[in-house]
C-alpha cells in the first residue's frame, strides 16, 4: 500500500502547514494553529499582485503561501466580525462585507474601516474597474468611491424578496445578479434591470444561493436541492442530479470549468460543455479528492491550477502549485505516485522498479503488473537493475544477485554460481564490450559474454577494499572502481587492476563515491556533499565547491547534459549548476518533483530526464530543464520585513510589495533592513534557494525560510534584486531609499552647534591665553623693575656705608634674629612691609640689612620674604582653607598682593597655583 508522507513548511511565528502526499496528490491545511483568524472560511480572493485574501468567521487573512497576515475587523464590538465576501477594485482597494456592515481597507492606517453606514449586513461583493456592488437584502447597491445609488429588486424593500446574493460580468458587460427566485441582468449605461423569467420555472420554486455563466450557459446553485442549468438561448432549465442538495459557491475557473461547493456532499468540478462531473472532492474519496470534511462554503481555482476550498470549521485546504515540468510515471495506468523508489530500468514496454521492500513489474504491452514483496525476493533495498543477456540482473543491499525473467515473470538466482552468495551488491553496470561487472562487498566480478566469471579481491589485485559502490567506464576502455575505503582503476589495455600511483593531493582516498562520464572525457566522482573531476590521464583534477552545504552522503546521483550543466541529486531535490559550479538552480516540488530524496538520474536517447525519489519516478524533457531558469511567470515577494530590529506594519509591508520600495532610516550609517523573500506561485517552499544582491553586486545564495540582510548603505537611492536562485526570470527589483533619519538630522545640528561652539571657545582660549602670557610678561617685567630699583637702592646704601665692615658671624647672628622674629610674629602677613620696616624690628639699618641680604644670603628682601608668604599659602591649602576661600583670599592672608602674587607663585614654583593644586589632587 501507499504510504502518507507529511511534508511541513512553516507560517507566520513559526506554525508549520501539514502537506500530505498521499496516493494520489498532495494537500495543504491551513487552521486556527496555524494563524487562520476563524475556523470557519466563506470566501477566498486573488488579488491583483497574486496575494491571496481569506474571508473567515472572525475576520480576514492574507496569505502568500507561506505567512498568514491578520486584520480582525472590531466593529466596536468585544469579538471579531464575521466577514461574508472581499472585493477588489481597479484601484487596489479591498472591501469587505461583514455582519456589521460595509467595510474597507485604510491603506494609511492599516485597519478596515466602516463606510456607508445605511448598507446593513451585506453579503456578497463584485467590483467592476472602480465601481463596487453590494448584495444583501436591501437590494442592489452600487458605489464608485464617491456616489451610492440603491435599487430595489423585489417587492418589498427589504426582507428575502429585496434579496441579492450574487453578482458576476458577462462578455458583453452587463452586470448579472441573482435575486430569491430570478436572475436579473442590469445594464451600467442605461440602469436598466431585465429579469430572465425564472420564476415560471421549476427554479422560481427554489431558493437560489450561487451561480456563475460558462459556455452561454448559467449554472445556477440552490439552497436545497442542488445544481440547475439555464441554458438561455434554449430556454431550458435542468438539473445535474450528480451534485449534491445545499449549494455554497458556484465559480467558474480560468479554463472555463465550473467549480461547486456544497454544504455536505463535498465539491465537484464541472464540464461546462458537457455538464458532465470531471471530479468530486470528498472525505471519503481518493488521493487529493480526500476532503477533511463535505462542509465546503466556497470552492474555487486560480489561474496557477491551484485549488481553494474554504470549510466549515475546518479552515482552508489548498492543492499547491506544481508548473507541470516533471510529469509522473505512470506506466499502462500504474501510478508510481508514493513509491519510495530506489532504482529503475525500462526497455521498451517493460519497466522494473527496485524499492527498499520489493520490487515491482510493469509490461505496458501484455498489461501485466507483478509486485514481488522482500519476502520472494530474499532481500531487501533493490539497488541496482540491468538488463543483460535476455535477463534483468537485480542487485540487493542485503541479498546478493536475483535475474528475473521477463517472458516467464520468474524472480530466480544468476545462472553463473559464483554469484549464489549474499553479497552486499554496490553496481551493476554493461561494459563498452558487451560483458556485465557487477560491484559487491567481495570487490568485482567480470561476467563475459561466453560465460567466464573473473573475481577481483584484495587477496588476487589491487583492488581497495571494502564494497564497490561504483563503476564508471571512460573513453579509454578504463574503468574507475569507487569503494568504501576509496579508487581503483582497471586498465583497459592490460585488462588488470593496476597498481596506480595517485597523485598526492588525489581524491583516490575518499570513499563511498559515485561517477559518471562526462563532457569531453571529464570524469566526474561525487560523494554526497562532496564532487569531484579528473581527466582520463589525471591532468587535470580537482574539487567542485558546491555552493551550498549538502549533508546526505547517499544522495550521489548526477547526470552531465553536455551542454554545460550538471544536475545532482540531493536530499533538497534536484540542484542544477555550472561546470564551476555556480549558477545553482533547484527543482522540487514547484516543478512538479515530488519527495526529498532521490535516488536514481537517467538521461535517456531521447533526452528525457528520468528521477527516482523517496515519493515516486518522474520526467521531464531535459530541454524544458534547462529552461526553468526563464520563467517569468510568478514574481518574489518580500516577507517578514524588518527595519533594524522592529516588524514593520501592514501598509508598510503592502507599499512595499505594490510599489517595490522600501524607506530607510540612516544614522551615520543606514538602519539594518532584513526581509524572507518567497516566490508567490503557491509550491512546497521549503528546499529552495534564492539570492539577492545590491547595486548590481554579487548574487549572494540563501536558503528558503532564511532572511537576507543589508546594511551599511549610505545615503541615497540603492537597487535590492531577488530571484529564486538560478531562474533569471524571477528577478524582482525594488528601490531603497536611505534617508537620514529625525534622530539624524538633530544628531547633525547638534554636532554642528557643537563644532561652532568649539571653535568659539577655541578662538577664546587662544586670545584669553595670549592675554595671560602678555600679562605674565608684564608682571614679571613689573617684579624685575621692582627688584632692580630695589637691588640699586641696596647697592646705593652698600656703597654709601661700603667703609663700614661687617664679619661673618655678625652676619649669621642677624640672619638668626631675623628668621626667628619673623616666624614668631609673622610680620610677612603684612603685604605693605619694607625692608627699612624690618630693620627698624631688629634694630639695624636698612642699608646693614641689605647689605646681609645681598652678601651673605646672596638675594634680596622680595625673593627672601616671598618665599615665607609662600610657604603659608601651601601650609593654608594642606589645612584646608582653600575649601572657605579663593585663592586670591588665601593668597592675600599670606601677604602677597594681588598684583604679584601669580608671577611670584609660578617663577619660585615652576608652575602656576592651578597646577599645583591639581597636582595635590585638590579640585577648586
Same mark, same amino acid.
Given at each position: 500500500?501507499?504510504?502518507?508522507?507529511?511534508?511541513?513548511?512553516?507560517?507566520?511565528?513559526?506554525?508549520?502547514?501539514?502537506?500530505?502526499?498521499?496516493?494520489?496528490?498532495?494537500?495543504?491545511?491551513?487552521?486556527?494553529?496555524?494563524?487562520?483568524?476563524?475556523?470557519?472560511?466563506?470566501?477566498?480572493?486573488?488579488?491583483?499582485?497574486?496575494?491571496?485574501?481569506?474571508?473567515?468567521?472572525?475576520?480576514?487573512?492574507?496569505?502568500?503561501?507561506?505567512?498568514?497576515?491578520?486584520?480582525?475587523?472590531?466593529?466596536?464590538?468585544?469579538?471579531?466580525?464575521?466577514?461574508?465576501?472581499?472585493?477588489?477594485?481597479?484601484?487596489?482597494?479591498?472591501?469587505?462585507?461583514?455582519?456589521?456592515?460595509?467595510?474597507?481597507?485604510?491603506?494609511?492606517?492599516?485597519?478596515?474601516?466602516?463606510?456607508?453606514?445605511?448598507?446593513?449586513?451585506?453579503?456578497?461583493?463584485?467590483?467592476?474597474?472602480?465601481?463596487?456592488?453590494?448584495?444583501?437584502?436591501?437590494?442592489?447597491?452600487?458605489?464608485?468611491?464617491?456616489?451610492?445609488?440603491?435599487?430595489?429588486?423585489?417587492?418589498?424593500?427589504?426582507?428575502?424578496?429585496?434579496?441579492?446574493?450574487?453578482?458576476?460580468?458577462?462578455?458583453?458587460?452587463?452586470?448579472?445578479?441573482?435575486?430569491?427566485?430570478?436572475?436579473?441582468?442590469?445594464?451600467?449605461?442605461?440602469?436598466?434591470?431585465?429579469?430572465?423569467?425564472?420564476?415560471?420555472?421549476?427554479?422560481?420554486?427554489?431558493?437560489?444561493?450561487?451561480?456563475?455563466?460558462?459556455?452561454?450557459?448559467?449554472?445556477?446553485?440552490?439552497?436545497?436541492?442542488?445544481?440547475?442549468?439555464?441554458?438561455?438561448?434554449?430556454?431550458?432549465?435542468?438539473?445535474?442530479?450528480?451534485?449534491?442538495?445545499?449549494?455554497?459557491?458556484?465559480?467558474?475557473?480560468?479554463?472555463?470549468?465550473?467549480?461547486?461547493?456544497?454544504?455536505?456532499?463535498?465539491?465537484?468540478?464541472?464540464?461546462?460543455?458537457?455538464?458532465?462531473?470531471?471530479?468530486?472532492?470528498?472525505?471519503?474519496?481518493?488521493?487529493?479528492?480526500?476532503?477533511?470534511?463535505?462542509?465546503?462554503?466556497?470552492?474555487?481555482?486560480?489561474?496557477?491550477?491551484?485549488?481553494?476550498?474554504?470549510?466549515?470549521?475546518?479552515?482552508?485546504?489548498?492543492?499547491?502549485?506544481?508548473?507541470?515540468?516533471?510529469?509522473?510515471?505512470?506506466?499502462?495506468?500504474?501510478?508510481?505516485?508514493?513509491?519510495?523508489?530506489?532504482?529503475?530500468?525500462?526497455?521498451?514496454?517493460?519497466?522494473?522498479?527496485?524499492?527498499?521492500?520489493?520490487?515491482?513489474?510493469?509490461?505496458?504491452?501484455?498489461?501485466?503488473?507483478?509486485?514481488?514483496?522482500?519476502?520472494?525476493?530474499?532481500?531487501?533495498?533493490?539497488?541496482?537493475?540491468?538488463?543483460?543477456?535476455?535477463?534483468?540482473?537485480?542487485?540487493?543491499?542485503?541479498?546478493?544477485?536475483?535475474?528475473?525473467?521477463?517472458?516467464?515473470?520468474?524472480?530466480?538466482?544468476?545462472?553463473?554460481?559464483?554469484?549464489?552468495?549474499?553479497?552486499?551488491?554496490?553496481?551493476?553496470?554493461?561494459?563498452?564490450?558487451?560483458?556485465?561487472?557487477?560491484?559487491?562487498?567481495?570487490?568485482?566480478?567480470?561476467?563475459?559474454?561466453?560465460?567466464?566469471?573473473?573475481?577481483?579481491?584484495?587477496?588476487?589485485?589491487?583492488?581497495?577494499?571494502?564494497?564497490?559502490?561504483?563503476?564508471?567506464?571512460?573513453?579509454?576502455?578504463?574503468?574507475?572502481?569507487?569503494?568504501?575505503?576509496?579508487?581503483?582503476?582497471?586498465?583497459?589495455?592490460?585488462?588488470?587492476?593496476?597498481?596506480?600511483?595517485?597523485?598526492?593531493?588525489?581524491?583516490?582516498?575518499?570513499?563511498?563515491?559515485?561517477?559518471?562520464?562526462?563532457?569531453?572525457?571529464?570524469?566526474?566522482?561525487?560523494?554526497?556533499?562532496?564532487?569531484?573531476?579528473?581527466?582520463?590521464?589525471?591532468?587535470?583534477?580537482?574539487?567542485?565547491?558546491?555552493?551550498?552545504?549538502?549533508?546526505?552522503?547517499?544522495?550521489?546521483?548526477?547526470?552531465?547534459?553536455?551542454?554545460?550543466?550538471?544536475?545532482?541529486?540531493?536530499?533538497?531535490?534536484?540542484?542544477?549548476?555550472?561546470?564551476?559550479?555556480?549558477?545553482?538552480?533547484?527543482?522540487?516540488?514547484?516543478?512538479?518533483?515530488?519527495?526529498?530524496?532521490?535516488?536514481?538520474?537517467?538521461?535517456?536517447?531521447?533526452?528525457?530526464?528520468?528521477?527516482?525519489?523517496?515519493?515516486?519516478?518522474?520526467?521531464?524533457? =531535459?530541454?524544458?530543464?534547462?529552461?526553468?531558469?526563464?520563467?517569468?511567470?510568478?514574481?518574489?515577494?518580500?516577507?517578514?520585513?524588518?527595519?533594524?530590529?522592529?516588524?514593520?506594519?501592514?501598509?508598510?509591508?503592502?507599499?512595499?510589495?505594490?510599489?517595490?520600495?522600501?524607506?530607510?532610516?540612516?544614522?551615520?550609517?543606514?538602519?539594518?533592513?532584513?526581509?524572507?523573500?518567497?516566490?508567490?506561485?503557491?509550491?512546497?517552499?521549503?528546499?529552495?534557494?534564492?539570492?539577492?544582491?545590491?547595486?548590481?553586486?554579487?548574487?549572494?545564495?540563501?536558503?528558503?525560510?532564511?532572511?537576507?540582510?543589508?546594511?551599511?548603505?549610505?545615503?541615497?537611492?540603492?537597487?535590492?534584486?531577488?530571484? =529564486?536562485?538560478?531562474?533569471?526570470?524571477?528577478?524582482?527589483?525594488?528601490?531603497?531609499?536611505?534617508?537620514?533619519?529625525?534622530?539624524?538630522?538633530?544628531?547633525?545640528?547638534?554636532?554642528?552647534?557643537?563644532?561652532?561652539?568649539?571653535?568659539?571657545?577655541?578662538?577664546?582660549?587662544?586670545?584669553?591665553?595670549?592675554?595671560?602670557?602678555?600679562?605674565?610678561?608684564?608682571?614679571?617685567?613689573?617684579?624685575?623693575?621692582?627688584?632692580?630699583?630695589?637691588?640699586?637702592?641696596?647697592?646705593?646704601?652698600?656703597?654709601?656705608?661700603?667703609?663700614?665692615?661687617?664679619?661673618?658671624?655678625?652676619?649669621?647672628?642677624?640672619?638668626?634674629?631675623?628668621?626667628?622674629?619673623?616666624?614668631?610674629?609673622?610680620?610677612?602677613?603684612?603685604?605693605?612691609?619694607?625692608?627699612?620696616?624690618?630693620?627698624?624690628?631688629?634694630?639695624?639699618?636698612?642699608?646693614?640689612?641689605?647689605?646681609?641680604?645681598?652678601?651673605?644670603?646672596?638675594?634680596?628682601?622680595?625673593?627672601?620674604?616671598?618665599?615665607?608668604?609662600?610657604?603659608?599659602?601651601?601650609?593654608?591649602?594642606?589645612?584646608?582653607?582653600?575649601?572657605?576661600?579663593?585663592?586670591?583670599?588665601?593668597?592675600?592672608?599670606?601677604?602677597?598682593?594681588?598684583?604679584?602674587?601669580?608671577?611670584?607663585?609660578?617663577?619660585?614654583?615652576?608652575?602656576?597655583?592651578?597646577?599645583?593644586?591639581?597636582?595635590?589632587?585638590?579640585?577648586?
Amino acid at each position: 500500500m501507499r504510504k502518507l508522507l507529511l511534508l511541513c513548511i512553516a507560517l507566520l511565528v513559526g506554525m508549520p502547514l501539514r502537506a500530505t502526499i498521499d496516493g494520489q496528490g498532495l494537500l495543504v491545511n491551513l487552521t486556527l494553529a496555524d494563524g487562520l483568524t476563524g475556523e470557519t472560511v466563506n470566501r477566498v480572493m486573488t488579488d491583483h499582485s497574486g496575494l491571496t485574501w481569506i474571508a473567515t468567521s472572525s475576520g480576514i487573512n492574507v496569505f502568500n503561501g507561506k505567512y498568514l497576515q491578520s486584520y480582525y475587523v472590531m466593529g466596536g464590538k468585544e469579538h471579531p466580525l464575521e466577514v461574508y465576501d472581499l472585493c477588489e477594485t481597479r484601484n487596489h482597494t479591498i472591501y469587505a462585507a461583514t455582519e456589521d456592515g460595509l467595510y474597507r481597507l485604510d491603506a494609511s492606517s492599516s485597519r478596515f474601516e466602516k463606510i456607508l453606514p445605511q448598507v446593513l449586513r451585506p453579503i456578497s461583493l463584485f467590483a467592476d474597474g472602480n465601481t463596487v456592488y453590494i448584495g444583501g437584502e436591501q437590494g442592489m447597491q452600487i458605489y464608485d468611491g464617491k456616489l451610492f445609488k440603491q435599487q430595489d429588486v423585489g417587492i418589498s424593500r427589504q426582507g428575502l424578496d429585496n434579496i441579492v446574493r450574487q453578482y458576476i460580468k458577462d462578455d458583453q458587460g452587463l452586470i448579472w445578479f441573482l435575486g430569491r427566485h430570478e436572475l436579473n441582468s442590469y445594464n451600467p449605461k442605461t440602469g436598466k434591470i431585465i429579469p430572465c423569467g425564472l420564476t415560471s420555472s421549476e427554479l422560481g420554486k427554489l431558493a437560489v444561493s450561487r451561480f456563475d455563466k460558462a459556455d452561454g450557459k448559467f449554472f445556477i446553485g440552490t439552497r436545497a436541492s442542488g445544481l440547475f442549468v439555464y441554458d438561455p438561448v434554449k430556454q431550458e432549465v435542468r438539473q445535474l442530479p450528480e451534485v449534491g442538495h445545499i449549494i455554497t459557491s458556484v465559480c467558474k475557473d480560468s479554463e472555463g470549468r465550473i467549480c461547486v461547493a456544497t454544504d455536505g456532499t463535498g465539491a465537484y468540478v464541472i464540464d461546462a460543455k458537457s455538464e458532465r462531473v470531471l471530479s468530486h472532492y470528498a472525505m471519503h474519496a481518493d488521493g487529493d479528492k480526500q476532503l477533511p470534511t463535505n462542509a465546503v462554503y466556497c470552492f474555487n481555482r486560480d489561474a496557477n491550477g491551484v485549488s481553494w476550498f474554504g470549510f466549515v470549521r475546518y479552515g482552508l485546504a489548498y492543492t499547491p502549485h506544481h508548473a507541470g515540468l516533471f510529469q509522473l510515471y505512470e506506466p499502462d495506468g500504474f501510478s508510481t505516485l508514493g513509491l519510495n523508489v530506489r532504482c529503475f530500468c525500462m526497455r521498451g514496454s517493460e519497466t522494473l522498479i527496485g524499492m527498499q521492500d520489493g520490487l515491482w513489474f510493469i509490461d505496458s504491452k501484455r498489461h501485466i503488473r507483478r509486485f514481488f514483496s522482500a519476502e520472494d525476493m530474499d532481500g531487501h533495498i533493490v539497488n541496482n537493475i540491468k538488463w543483460w543477456n535476455g535477463l534483468y540482473y537485480i542487485g540487493m543491499y542485503d541479498g546478493g544477485i536475483r535475474v528475473f525473467n521477463p517472458r516467464t515473470v520468474n524472480l530466480g538466482m544468476p545462472p553463473q554460481k559464483e554469484l549464489h552468495v549474499r553479497y552486499t551488491i554496490g553496481d551493476i553496470k554493461v561494459a563498452p564490450d558487451s560483458a556485465l561487472w557487477i560491484g559487491c562487498s567481495d570487490g568485482l566480478f567480470i561476467i563475459s559474454q561466453d560465460g567466464s566469471v573473473k573475481n577481483y579481491k584484495e587477496q588476487n589485485s589491487h583492488i581497495v577494499g571494502g564494497l564497490i559502490i561504483n563503476i564508471t567506464f571512460d573513453r579509454s576502455g578504463n574503468a574507475w572502481l569507487a569503494a568504501a575505503k576509496g579508487l581503483s582503476l582497471y586498465s583497459g589495455a592490460s585488462k588488470e587492476i593496476v597498481d596506480t600511483n595517485f597523485p598526492a593531493d588525489f581524491f583516490d582516498k575518499e570513499g563511498y563515491m559515485r561517477g559518471v562520464l562526462g563532457h569531453d572525457g571529464i570524469v566526474y566522482m561525487r560523494s554526497g556533499p562532496q564532487l569531484f573531476y579528473t581527466t582520463e590521464r589525471m591532468e587535470k583534477y580537482g574539487e567542485l565547491k558546491l555552493p551550498i552545504r549538502l549533508t546526505d552522503k547517499w544522495c550521489r546521483g548526477m547526470v552531465d547534459d553536455g551542454k554545460g550543466r550538471l544536475l545532482l541529486a540531493s536530499e533538497r531535490g534536484l540542484l542544477s549548476i555550472n561546470y564551476e559550479a555556480r549558477d545553482l538552480l533547484q527543482i522540487g516540488a514547484g516543478e512538479g518533483l515530488l519527495g526529498d530524496q532521490i535516488s536514481d538520474l537517467q538521461l535517456d536517447g531521447q533526452r528525457m530526464l528520468w528521477v527516482a525519489t523517496s515519493a515516486g519516478i518522474f520526467s521531464a524533457p =531535459l530541454q524544458a530543464v534547462e529552461q526553468r531558469e526563464t520563467d517569468r511567470r510568478y514574481p518574489i515577494v518580500l516577507s517578514q520585513i524588518r527595519k533594524g530590529s522592529d516588524l514593520i506594519d501592514m501598509h508598510e509591508m503592502y507599499q512595499a510589495h505594490d510599489q517595490h520600495e522600501i524607506d530607510l532610516d540612516w544614522n551615520l550609517t543606514s538602519v539594518v533592513l532584513q526581509a524572507e523573500p518567497i516566490l508567490l506561485d503557491y509550491a512546497l517552499h521549503r528546499n529552495r534557494f534564492y539570492e539577492y544582491r545590491i547595486d548590481d553586486g554579487e548574487w549572494m545564495l540563501i536558503s528558503h525560510g532564511e532572511p537576507f540582510a543589508v546594511r551599511n548603505l549610505m545615503i541615497g537611492r540603492h537597487k535590492l534584486e531577488v530571484r =529564486l536562485a538560478g531562474a533569471k526570470g524571477t528577478t524582482t527589483e525594488w528601490t531603497i531609499s536611505v534617508v537620514p533619519s529625525v534622530w539624524a538630522m538633530l544628531e547633525f545640528v547638534l554636532l554642528l552647534v557643537f563644532v561652532v561652539l568649539l571653535w568659539l571657545w577655541y578662538r577664546y582660549h587662544r586670545d584669553t591665553t595670549a592675554l595671560l602670557s602678555e600679562r605674565n610678561e608684564i608682571e614679571d617685567a613689573l617684579i624685575e623693575m621692582e627688584h632692580e630699583v630695589e637691588e640699586l637702592k641696596d647697592e646705593e646704601a652698600v656703597r654709601k656705608y661700603q667703609k663700614v665692615k661687617i664679619d661673618e658671624a655678625e652676619c649669621a647672628d642677624i640672619v638668626k634674629r631675623m628668621k626667628a622674629y619673623i616666624e614668631r610674629e609673622h610680620i610677612y602677613t603684612n603685604a605693605d612691609l619694607k625692608m627699612k620696616d624690618l630693620a627698624d624690628e631688629l634694630n639695624l639699618s636698612a642699608p646693614k640689612l641689605s647689605q646681609v641680604f645681598n652678601i651673605y644670603l646672596k638675594e634680596n628682601y622680595y625673593e627672601f620674604i616671598n618665599r615665607y608668604r609662600l610657604n603659608e599659602f601651601k601650609r593654608l591649602i594642606e589645612v584646608g582653607e582653600y575649601k572657605r576661600y579663593t585663592i586670591t583670599a588665601l593668597s592675600e592672608r599670606c601677604g602677597f598682593k594681588k598684583s604679584n602674587f601669580f608671577s611670584s607663585f609660578r617663577k619660585m614654583e615652576g608652575m602656576t597655583p592651578a597646577e599645583y593644586l591639581k597636582k595635590q589632587g585638590i579640585k577648586i
